[in-house]
């Protein structure tokens, strides 16, 4: 009886382990198309749809247009947040075998492209949640860290001055390719701003004092792939 008792106890704790080191997810589709109010038209409206397929697997969900630094003219980000890699893995199965999600689907298929599928770990999230109806402004660098745990650490660290320095609404969060083909094990630095006013303050205290103290650190830690300016607004969300 002791051993069952302790058998039971050693998978309770690994069960317990795996649930509290799970790190959220973040589904993206890239795609394009040459006719962009009438996408998010069309998602906005079909988002209830997704909603009720996913169930519990996704928290929020939206979309992000490029202001600079798409691959293509017409690319959009479709994305949606889930509170594990298992509930990131579940939604996208959910929304593919929904009858409801399939019809909807149906009716937008000819009128856009599906360039690329990614899925990444949160590894530094946000601190708010992300509510229905509400734009940021953001600026995303994809990057190849040297090491994830120290650039994360360098980058809250960079919050936290700019936090100190009048930025106090400026958010930064980190993604981490895994499942994201040829930006696997990449970092995608995400800054987040309320407002484009906001965003563009903060990159024109680049050359102050304490922004050029922070960002010292980086050159040597990370090589730049990729980056964009972006309008990102969430159409659903789990308060």
């Keep these: 009886m002791n051993?069952?008792?302790s058998n039971l106890l050693i998978i309770f704790t690994c069960l317990f382990a795996t649930t509290a080191i799970a790190q959220p997810g973040l589904s993206v589709f890239t795609i394009n198309t040459d006719d962009a109010a009438g996408y998010l038209k069309w998602l906005t409206e079909s988002t209830p749809t997704f909603v009720d397929a996913w169930g519990d697997s996704v928290v929020s969900s939206g979309i992000c247009s490029p202001i600079s630094g798409g691959e293509?003219?017409?690319?959009h980000y479709v994305w949606n947040i889930s509170p594990s890699m298992t509930a990131t893995l579940e939604a996208n199965d959910r929304a593919f075998n929904d009858k409801a999600s399939l019809k909807a689907i149906s009716k937008i298929s000819n009128k856009r492209d599906i360039k690329r599928r990614d899925i990444y770990n949160v590894v530094k999230p946000s601190n708010n949640?992300?509510?229905a109806g509400v734009?940021?402004?953001q600026y995303n660098l994809l990057s190849r860290p040297n090491d994830m745990s120290k650039y994360i650490k360098t980058i809250e660290a960079m919050e936290n001055a700019a936090s100190e320095n009048g930025f106090d609404d400026i958010e930064f969060v980190v993604f981490e390719g895994f499942g994201a083909g040829d930006w696997?094990?990449?970092a995608m630095a995400s800054i987040q701003a309320p407002s484009i006013e906001r965003l563009g303050a903060f990159m024109d205290?680049?050359?102050s004092d304490w922004m050029a103290e922070s960002m010292s650190a980086f050159p040597s830690m990370r090589t730049p792939v990729r980056d964009w300016f972006l309008l990102c607004t969430t159409l659903s969300s789990v308060e």
């Design 3 to 5: 051993k069952i008792k």
């Design 72 to 75: 293509d003219d017409g690319d």
């Design 129 to 131: 949640s992300y509510s």
């Design 135 to 137: 734009t940021l402004a």
């Design 184 to 186: 696997t094990r990449m």
């Design 205 to 207: 205290a680049r050359q």
